[in-house]
């Protein structure tokens, strides 16, 4: 047999009513047993997640043939690191033989062994700058990652708006539950992994990069630009109605001129784009403990055939090349394009810092297969953005001590036609919240020694450089003033110095 959990949470009177009348309720045992509280609460919920009762819908889905899960009320992980690392954290149940007597009175024990506990774990992840992370966006629909240029570690992981994960531990409320899912904000949702958006601008580094290494642009050629591109009798238009003139790769990416990126995503090609997104960490699954973190698209003519039972057509190749289209990628993704182009490394992202006080970190980080050269012109073009009186971020720029190179995005969801914009285009603060624009931003600092990248996005924000880059430069200044990541203690440790602070003994 085992023990069955017939209620929980119980106040004294109630403990000693059962212990009182115990001779009437055989094998009814009161006992001090643990439960999961979540003491920093929303700051780590989409990280964490929370665990709750196990379900019929659980059983189903996961193939576990552990007891423990068939007893009534017994908690599993559910969501976050807490269900991706179910098991490990879970560890084994003790059990007893034992011998008793007609009337099932113990006899005597013929075999007792003892259960293992679950794993430590220590994140990579630092409170403090996840908790500023989470302030700084409240309001928001949106999301924030912080990487280190230098190792891959996660340093922010930032969801917005958050929950209460303790809600969900002994089963949450009707009410409470149907608050989070009709929130059109989605709180319950990890956007830094789990959500996919066109990263507008932010992707013409990629764009850049593929073009310089194919050849087909040089950092000295310039292209007019005067407003919009003819392409097969429709116009393509840039984001400044006037045209930005002749502008240099450095300077397109300082003004973001479309017009600029659409001409050398022609040149270049789709392959190559995604050839060059992928390398960069866009459109593939990265390893981290965390349900549902997605692959992003980078899309290729095949794929369109496939999936569209469409050709490939010139135009698409414009829109991508302006971070639209077909294209789509998470936070995550573009704050490890980020550090890959910082660093010039091929950085994995990592969120479990220790299992045990045994260290995850492999070393040993590849170099990207570009050449300096073409990566340094990329950083200048990003340098320019926050840092030069006319680049779409300068209201954002930080410290002189620092400075970021960073780049703004704004990523259109609905489709503008030829009728509107001639009537003139609808302002997006007059349409309806989730047929504006999305705001984007990323950057990395400090810009000649780097150590921090990130990525912001805020839904439906308008545009990037009044939404995201504020956001993503009051961030970078926490994370910079916070220095190095200093890892807290192991959870197993914190128990230990209460206990001794406490003058009390195990």
Not at 450 to 468: D, N
């Given at each position: ?97 034992i011998e008793v007597n ?6 005597r024990v013929l075999k ?333 600092a400090p810009y000649k ?58």
């Open positions: 047999f085992v023990p069955v959990t017939v209620a929980t949470g119980l106040e004294w009177e109630h403990i000693a009513a059962v212990s009182a009348n115990s001779p009437s309720l055989p094998g009814i045992i009161p006992k001090l047993g643990l439960n999961r509280k979540y003491p920093i609460g929303a700051d780590f919920a989409h990280v964490i997640g929370y665990v709750g009762p196990v379900s019929d819908y659980d059983l189903s889905q996961i193939n576990d043939k552990d007891p423990l899960l068939l007893i009534p009320r017994f908690q599993i992980g559910k969501n976050g690191i807490e269900a991706k690392v179910e098991k490990p954290l879970r560890g084994k149940a003790g059990y007893k033989t007609s009337v099932g009175r113990v006899m007792d062994q003892s259960g293992s506990p679950g794993v430590n774990l220590q994140l990579t992840i630092g409170h403090d700058l996840q908790r500023f992370a989470t302030e700084r966006m409240q309001g928001e629909s949106s999301a924030a990652v912080v990487m280190d240029v230098n190792n891959g570690d996660v340093l922010a992981l930032a969801s917005a708006p958050t929950f209460d994960p303790n809600k969900f531990v002994n089963g949450i409320s009707v009410s409470d539950w149907e608050a989070l899912n009709d929130n059109k904000y989605r709180p319950l949702a990890n956007k830094t992994v789990q959500g996919l958006y066109p990263p507008g601008s932010t992707f013409k580094m990629v764009v850049a990069l593929a073009a310089l290494t194919d050849g087909v642009i040089n950092k000295n050629e310039e292209i007019f630009c005067p407003g919009h591109k003819d392409i097969n009798g429709r116009k393509f238009h840039c984001w400044r109605k006037g045209g930005h003139g002749k502008v240099s790769l450095r300077e397109a990416l300082r003004y973001s001129c479309d017009v600029f990126f659409y001409d050398i995503a022609i040149r270049v090609g789709i392959e190559k784009i995604t050839e060059t997104a992928k390398a960069l960490g866009l459109g593939i699954k990265h390893d981290l403990p965390l349900p549902a973190v997605r692959t992003g698209l980078m899309p290729t003519k095949q794929w369109k055939r496939k999936n569209k039972k469409q050709d490939w057509f010139i135009g698409d190749t414009a829109n991508a090349g302006i971070g639209q289209g077909f294209v789509l990628a998470s936070p995550l993704q573009l704050a490890t394009m980020t550090a890959r182009l910082a660093s010039g490394l091929i950085l994995q992202p990592r969120m479990l810092n220790m299992i045990d006080n045994k260290s995850t970190f492999i070393n040993g980080n590849q170099k990207l297969n570009f050449k300096t050269e073409h990566l340094n012109l990329i950083r200048t073009g990003m340098y320019d953005v926050s840092n030069h009186p006319r680049g779409t971020a300068f209201s954002s720029r930080i410290d002189e001590k620092y400075k970021m190179a960073g780049k703004t995005g704004t990523s259109q969801v609905r489709f503008i036609s030829k009728k509107e914009r001639e009537g003139g285009v609808t302002k997006n603060e007059d349409l309806p919240w989730n047929r504006r624009d999305h705001a984007l931003f990323v950057g990395y020694n780097p150590r921090y990248s990130i990525s912001v996005i805020v839904e439906h924000g308008g545009a990037g450089s009044r939404k995201a880059a504020p956001i993503a430069r009051d961030i970078m200044k926490k994370a910079l003033s916070l220095g190095e990541n200093s890892y807290g203690p192991m959870p197993n440790q914190i128990r230990s110095d209460k206990i001794k602070k406490s003058g009390k003994t195990v």
